[in-house]
């Protein structure tokens, strides 16, 4: 005979006290009680999505300290509205998926008032249709696919960054002009290559040049192959539209093949974080700067680049002043409707004029109501190794091309419609 | 008492235990959305677990229960997430119908890989899952104009479903999408526990155990390896059709070895030799990288570091542990 513990069958008096517990356990509270704020006392929250982590991680930095800087500004200042700024940062990872479900971490849980992301302009994108669909306005810094502001503009998404025809308008001619009409493209297979080599590809054959393109992933680090294919070619210019840490190995593995000495560079982004990173003989070539710290004479410029050198201990690249742009432009927004709902901000900020401190740079800076993209200027010129005495100062204005004149409203196919 | 009737209480006493965990799993399931704002969660958070629960659960069909290791079966949820969004986009506003024909792309590409690889064993056989799946991934990076390439599909939303008079707001009404998607994961996890349950599902555990001896005692190896890797598609593709759902958008990344690797480390962290393990590693997985993404760059740092340690202390992993913590 086996003596065992009492059957563990489950009796009517286990129901019982199995259910007593639940309901314990369901009147008893195991988080920190909920007090109800005052609206005075709840922050204004902005949502800031970009991929901290991947290839494109040097830029996105650069964007949220930015945007950080922004906030504290903002806040030592007295706040919005009364209210204090916060500023929530999420990591798309460099990937589509993740980015959409932190937008909708950052509207569901957090509720923020305002989003924004990301440099990856596939993310931008997608996140921008999740902003859409809630019904939030959505700022993009540093996505520069042209459809975002083109032909799927929406009423609650506005952009600081140039559309990548602004960019390719801008410095085409100068190229031509300056080292001829025959072209080799290294491009990442994705919105920001295809929509910028078209841009490109239009400039060039209407001015009689010629071309070879390839197609490279976004995250391309052995260009090995593509760079015998393009010395093969002979153009006079390598055209690197490769971004963040591609377009770094690019140029590394340009300098060791010795292209440097067989043709020009140019292209149209070339940015801070990624000049910094490469050799001497790679800091060369015409190229865009969609904003650039150097400016003398203008207006409350030296003060944040100073501000974010001192602060960040890098150079002030375009990249930060797309995260500043973003937040104040809310901020601006904000203050001239005494309102956060999405609909009200959008009203305001299409055909908004950037006030000096804001726009950093000379001329009027605004959100051109047709597509809600920021229209600044559009800095061109050469990329130069830096002089011993400054670092940082490794770039040369050419030209300031008004940005609504390297791409014209025309030309955007942007139909933009408010809700009723 | 005798040990006959000893032998029966324990029977009926594991039965009870059973049912008590299954009863809590599901109430703990069905009651997400009310918890996991005290917690930190978010409804879409909780729907993203069962999606992704789903799929590693699947996976695991291949993984646990037959003893076959696929790391490319991430694969057949993109081609299930494309699907989706390609009916969706192109053919017709319907949610059931994109469900249906994410299953379907999925599956039968699934079960035309399988007959192709069924006979490779070991690291030959992970090798080949991999090499399919970059097969598939190229093909939905490259053809731009169906898929949209790197940038993905868009331009699609799941839409309502109409039940006769009600209508089901699975576009607007988050709430509304978790209870469909725990819907569909509980009829497809349903079905993968009756196959587990029956001949067929015994006859994978005895391959599982000792494809030697099973190939003796008669058994068509490569034909069952064959139909689990079939059904493991079908399965997994119907967690991709949700993903599409969920995210009103497609991808390559969801057709990518990085998020093969992802699923695998679900079934890990959770246990594969259990049932529900897969779930809870997604569970494990989703909420770390939602929290600890938040407060700081370094998080992969510390997923690798959680899964080291589940592999190195808990091999069995976290259900593996606590069923054997039970039995001793």
Redesign the interface.
Same mark, same amino acid.
């Given at each position: 005979?086996?003596?065992?513990k009492p059957?563990?069958?489950?009796g009517r008096r286990r129901v019982l006290k199995l259910g007593a517990a639940l309901g314990a356990a369901g009147t008893v509270q195991?988080?920190s009680p909920f007090i109800v704020k005052a609206l005075g006392e709840q922050p204004i929250k902005f949502g800031f999505i970009d991929p901290?982590?991947g290839s494109l991680?040097l830029l996105a930095?650069s964007e949220v300290q930015g945007a950080r800087y922004a906030i504290e500004e903002i806040n030592s200042k007295g706040g919005i509205l009364g209210r204090q700024a916060e500023l929530?940062?999420? !990591?798309s /990872?460099n990937?589509?998926?993740t980015g959409?479900?932190k937008i909708?971490?950052l509207i569901?849980?957090d509720q923020v008032n305002v989003t924004y992301g990301d440099v990856n302009?596939?993310i931008a994108?997608?996140v921008s249709?999740?902003a859409t669909?809630k019904g939030i306005l959505h700022i993009v810094p540093g996505g520069h696919?042209d459809p975002i502001t083109g032909k799927?503009c929406a009423w609650n998404v506005f952009r600081v960054c140039n559309t990548t025809a602004m960019d390719a308008n801008a410095i085409s001619s100068l190229l031509m002009k300056k080292f001829g009409k025959r072209w080799y493209f290294l491009t990442p !297979?994705? /919105?920001y290559g295809?929509t910028l080599q078209a841009a490109f590809i239009k400039n060039l054959t209407a001015a009689g040049g010629t071309y070879e393109a390839e197609l490279l992933?976004?995250a391309a680090s052995d260009f090995s192959a593509s760079l015998i294919k393009a010395r093969a070619f002979k153009p006079d210019v390598l055209l690197n539209n490769m971004g963040g840490l591609a377009q770094i190995d690019c140029m590394k593995q340009y300098v060791q093949f010795g292209l440097d000495k067989e043709m020009a560079l140019g292209g149209a982004l070339y940015e801070c974080e990624e000049v910094v990173a490469v050799p001497t003989a790679a800091q060369a070539g015409w190229w865009v700067m969609e904003w650039w710290w150097d400016q003398p004479g203008v207006p409350h410029v030296k003060a944040f680049a100073d501000a974010i050198v001192a602060k960040y201990k890098k150079p002030c690249s375009a990249r930060h002043w797309f995260g500043y742009v973003g937040i104040q432009s809310a901020r601006l927004a904000m203050e001239q409707t005494k309102s956060l709902k999405a609909i009200d901000l959008a009203h305001a900020l299409a055909g908004m004029e950037l006030p000096p401190e804001v726009a950093l740079q000379p001329g009027k800076v605004y959100y051109r109501a047709g597509d809600h993209e920021l229209m600044p200027n559009v800095f061109t010129g050469e990329v130069h190794p830096p002089a011993a005495s400054d670092p940082y100062n490794f770039f040369k204005v050419a030209e300031l091309v008004p940005a609504d004149r390297a791409d014209p409203l025309a030309s955007t196919g942007c139909h933009m419609t408010f809700p009723s | 008492?005798?040990?006959t009737?000893?032998g029966a209480?324990d029977t009926?006493?594991s039965a009870?235990?059973r049912?008590?965990v299954l009863a809590a799993i599901w109430l703990v399931l069905i009651a997400a959305p009310l918890w996991m704002?005290?917690?930190?969660?978010?409804?879409?958070?909780g729907t993203?677990i069962l999606v992704l629960g789903l799929a590693a659960t699947a996976l695991n069909f291949l993984i646990g229960f037959t003893g076959v290791v696929s790391f490319g079966h991430a694969a057949y949820f993109g081609l299930g997430v494309y699907g989706a969004g390609l009916v969706l986009r192109y053919l017709a506003p319907s949610t059931p119908l994109a469900i249906v024909a994410g299953i379907l792309l999925g599956g039968v590409i699934g079960t035309i890989v399988g007959a192709l690889i069924a006979r490779q064993r070991g690291i030959y056989f992970a090798m080949v899952t991999i090499a399919f799946e970059q097969i598939f991934y190229y093909i939905g990076?490259?053809w731009?104009a169906v898929t949209g390439?790197?940038?993905?599909l868009?331009g699609f939303?799941r839409q309502p479903i109409h039940l006769g008079a009600f209508v089901l707001d699975i576009q607007k009404n988050?709430l509304a999408f978790y209870y469909f998607v725990l819907f569909i994961f509980a009829l497809v996890v349903g079905l993968m526990g009756f196959l587990l349950r029956s001949p067929f599902g015994r006859t994978l555990l005895a391959i599982r155990e000792n494809e030697r001896r099973a190939r003796f005692l008669g058994i068509s190896v490569n034909r069952h390896i064959w139909l689990a890797f079939s059904i493991s598609s079908f399965l997994i593709a119907a967690a991709g059709a949700l993903?599409a759902l969920l995210?009103?958008?497609a991808?390559p990344?969801?057709l990518y070895f990085d998020l093969s690797g992802d699923l695998v480390i679900m079934a890990v962290l959770g246990g594969i030799r259990n049932f529900w393990g897969p779930l809870l590693g997604a569970a494990v997985f989703e909420v770390l990288q939602?929290y600890i993404?938040?407060q700081t760059?370094n998080?992969?740092f510390f997923i690798g570091l959680v899964f080291v340690i589940v592999v190195m202390f808990f091999p069995r992993g976290l259900l593996g542990f606590f069923h054997r913590r039970r039995q001793t």
């Open positions: 005979m086996v003596h065992g059957s563990g069958r489950l195991v988080t901290l982590t991680s930095v929530l940062v999420e !990591d /990872a990937d589509v998926g959409v479900e909708r971490k569901d849980k302009s596939a994108y997608a249709q999740v669909q696919t799927d !297979d994705y /919105a295809h992933p976004i | 008492m005798s040990v009737a000893a209480v009926a006493r009870d235990r049912w008590l704002p005290l917690i930190g969660g978010y409804t879409s958070l993203r990076y490259k731009d390439g790197f940038d993905g868009r939303q988050d993903y995210n009103d958008f991808d990344s969801s939602d993404s938040s760059v998080w992969l």
